[in-house]
Antibody, heavy 115, light 113 residues
Framework: QVQLVQSGAEVKKPGASVKVSCKAS????????INWVRQAPGQGLEWMAW????????NYAQKLQGRVTLTTDTSTSTAYMELRSLSSDDTAMYYC????????WGQGTLVTVSS | DIVMTQSPDSLAMSLGERATISCKSS????????????LAWYQQKPGQPPKLLIY???TRESGVPDRFSGSGSGTDFTLTISSLQAEDVAVYYC?????????FGQGTKLEIK
């Protein structure tokens, strides 16, 4: 069955960077793109970015441009999201999800930014 | 950016009642090349990732109970739960995947009265 398994929770200081992984299984990784979506505590869903897993093309939300980078390692069917210059506003649960309409989601990775 | 607006923000219904959630997009999300509306609905329960219910505005995801249905086209869409069950208590989101950024509605919290 399709599974997306994300890396574990992270605690970071303001100004630091975080890199979250999302390992796919149960399907051919390069068939579908990967979205990254985040959810601040008690808030709604915020789309962050998309990566085409076939050619590595990316699209980023305007507000995150310059701070976020998506990459993939097709040899291990893993997608990565790196977010730099963290602030308390980046404290959130981060999800990876497959396809434009997100038919499969990772379990989420809680990133806490605190001094 | 395409802005997605859901209504109401919250909803309290009795078990067995019909629940309806509206989602309006600021631009058409119907692609003329394939006549498909790029609109999805998700259910999120506390402590869980969202779960896909409906895509292409009206196609039910495999395994989703048939009391969930989606309708609409262009800019106006509706999620209907025909007979509310206790396990349907959740927050529901619409999302357009027509154009980058793939924006979500603000969410509708559904509770049992």
């Amino acid at each position: 069955q399709v599974q997306l398994v994300q890396s574990g929770a992270e605690v970071k200081k303001p100004g630091a960077s975080v890199k979250v992984s999302c390992k796919a299984s149960g399907y051919t990784f390069t068939t579908y793109g990967i979205n990254w979506v985040r959810q601040a505590p008690g808030q709604g869903l915020e789309w962050m970015a998309w990566i085409n897993t076939t050619n590595g093309n990316t699209n980023y939300a305007q507000k995150l441009q310059g701070r976020v980078t998506l990459t993939t390692d097709t040899s291990t069917s893993t997608a990565y999201m790196e977010l730099r210059s963290l602030s308390s506003d980046d404290t959130a649960m981060y999800y990876c999800a497959r396809r434009g309409f997100c038919d499969s989601w990772g379990q989420g990775t809680l990133v806490t930014v605190s001094s | 950016d395409i802005v997605m607006t859901q209504s109401p923000d919250s909803l309290a219904m009795s078990l067995g009642e019909r629940a309806t959630i509206s989602c309006k997009s600021s631009q058409i999300v119907l692609h003329s090349s394939n006549n498909k509306n790029y609109l999805a609905w998700y259910q999120q329960k506390p402590g869980q990732p969202p779960k896909l219910l409906i895509y292409w505005a009206s196609t039910r995801e495999s395994g989703v109970p048939d009391r969930f249905s989606g309708s609409g086209s262009g800019t106006d869409f509706t999620l209907t739960i025909s007979s509310l069950q206790a396990e349907d208590v959740a927050v529901y989101y619409c999302q357009q995947y027509y154009g980058i950024p793939y924006t979500f509605g603000q969410g509708t919290k559904l509770e049992i009265k």
